[in-house]
């Protein structure tokens, strides 16, 4: 089946570390999105890619880093100067502004 | 910069009745989709109905019908004989049309189903 596949589904991080949010597509769209969901707030945008070994900062990209060495693949890291990273984080992906579909989702907890 | 806002956290209907979402947007450009999505306590997002600008028809799903005034810069969503089903987190996003573009998000509102 064709979409969008997030992975883990749940991810615990302890203080200090690094953890990476796994995204996959196999629809072949060329544009994909990493989002951050808090409560009582819209999705933020934390970055994107339009193409392979492209992408641009979102609204919130301090304390987040990723790559784009493949055109299926958007890893995205979370790092140690993520000072609040506990949220619920959303991976999408286009092949036009018109239509752009999202993963399921993973959450992420600071223990 | 493109501003989207909601301005009702919470909302609630009962089954059968027909219930309006208000949105809003903010933007000096003339071509660019608007959307609403639904957000099941599953959490995942789901295109309900999408807008075109140069559209001048409001665009309509079965039950799901928007009033899209563009000079107005306001998007509202009418759900007909709601469901339970229906209960969920609707977020109202707009992208302008164009390459490099990003889809902005409202904080959304939280309908609510009744018996």
């Known amino acids: ?111 | 910069a493109q501003t989207v806002t909601q301005s009702q956290p919470e909302m609630s209907v009962q089954e059968a009745e027909t219930v309006t979402l208000s949105c809003t947007y903010d933007t000096s450009e003339n071509n660019y989709y608007l959307f609403w999505y639904k957000q099941p306590p599953s959490r995942q997002m789901i295109l309900v109905i999408r807008q075109e600008a140069y559209k001048q028809q409001n665009a309509t799903e079965n039950r799901f019908s928007v009033n899209f005034q563009k000079a107005a810069k306001s998007f509202s969503l009418k759900i007909s004989d709601s469901q339970l089903g229906d209960t969920a987190m609707y977020f109202c996003a707009f992208i302008l049309t164009g390459g490099g573009n990003k889809l902005t998000f409202g904080t959304g509102t939280q309908l609510k189903v009744e018996l």
């Open chain 1, 1 to 111: 089946d064709g979409g969008i596949t997030q992975s883990p589904k749940y991810l615990f991080r302890k203080e200090g570390q690094n953890v990476t949010l796994s995204c996959e597509q196999n629809l072949n769209h060329d544009a994909m999105y990493w989002y951050r969901q808090d409560p009582g707030q819209g999705l933020r945008l934390i970055y994107y890619s339009q193409i392979v070994n492209d992408f641009q900062k979102g609204d919130i990209a301090e304390g987040y880093s990723v790559s784009r060495e493949k055109k299926e693949s958007f890893p995205l890291t979370v790092t140690s100067a993520q000072k609040n990273p506990t949220a619920f984080y959303l991976c999408a992906s286009s092949t036009s502004p018109a239509s752009i579909y999202f993963g399921e989702g993973s959450w992420l907890t600071v223990v």
